[in-house]
């Protein structure tokens, strides 16, 4: 049975991809997608959202506005060099492109309650809106959700918007950490394994010339502005890693990636702000179960590549 998946996400550009991995992976049911400040404005994220679920012909899923900025009320800074003005590289969404209807944040409730123990929780930007959740509704909210796949932190690696910091958790890291404190079953997919998920060009191409999906005219245009940003980051990068894409694929296909159970901090405040990290000394020193998170640690990257193209060539958008 496919995975039933609430999405948070802040598309941007390697969003915009992993939303359309989730709506052609048959192993995949997206049930709600709430799209919030990140990589652009939250206005921009959902303009976005809407354009992916009318190009798939899933305007049947829910688009829930979420924040617009982090719990700390600092100014946001955007990235236009790496996502693009309005999130897709070059591309804009065009203005024929309804958002039909936006619901509220009650709605993030609703679906939870709807799905009960059916409902895994798959975050790809700040984590404002999950903390958010918890802070009005209270700790027993998620208390029924499988697991939380998350792409956020950096263990052992720098960072990549910070020297010590992954941008998801230092954008708002006072919610990435009661998201670590409160949220139970939770798999991190950090800079250390996403950083290496990396596409190249040439299979792009590839997939710009033969996916059979409706995006395949965003496929290329779309991945070539994220990869020039990379190449000025990463001097020498043979192509742009698909952060967030991981935790989708570790979902679906469970192989994937090797996790170590290890209790995650987050830096709030100071220069290390946003840093992430765990006690790796073989033994631990002992921490109460309920704290324990699964941090990606290993990810076997020829696998990420072969399921990427596989899903991207065969074109399922049937409606689940
Ligand atoms: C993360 O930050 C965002 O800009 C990307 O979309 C990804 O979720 C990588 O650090
Ligand atoms: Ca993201």
Redesign the pocket.
Known sequence: MAHNVLLFA?P?I??SFAIMYALLNPKINIVGIICGY??TPKEQSVKNAAYLLTLGQREDIPIIAGAAGPLSGTPIQYYPE?HGKEGLGPIKPPNTIKNGKVYDFNKILEIIKQYKENLEIVS??RLTELALMFIIYGDEVFKDVKAFYI?GGAFLVPG?ISAEA???FYVDPIAANIIMEKARNIYLHP?NITNKAIITPEIIQFLGENSPTPFKPLIKPAFDYYFQAYQKNVPGIQGAPL??VVPLMALSNPDLVKYIPRRVKVEEFGNAKGKSSADFRPIPDPEPPEMIDFIGMEANIQMFIVDFMEVFLQGDLQSR
């Open positions: 802040d941007g390697d969003d990140g990589n790496i790809l930007g792409m990549n992954e941008a998801n800079l952060h967030d």
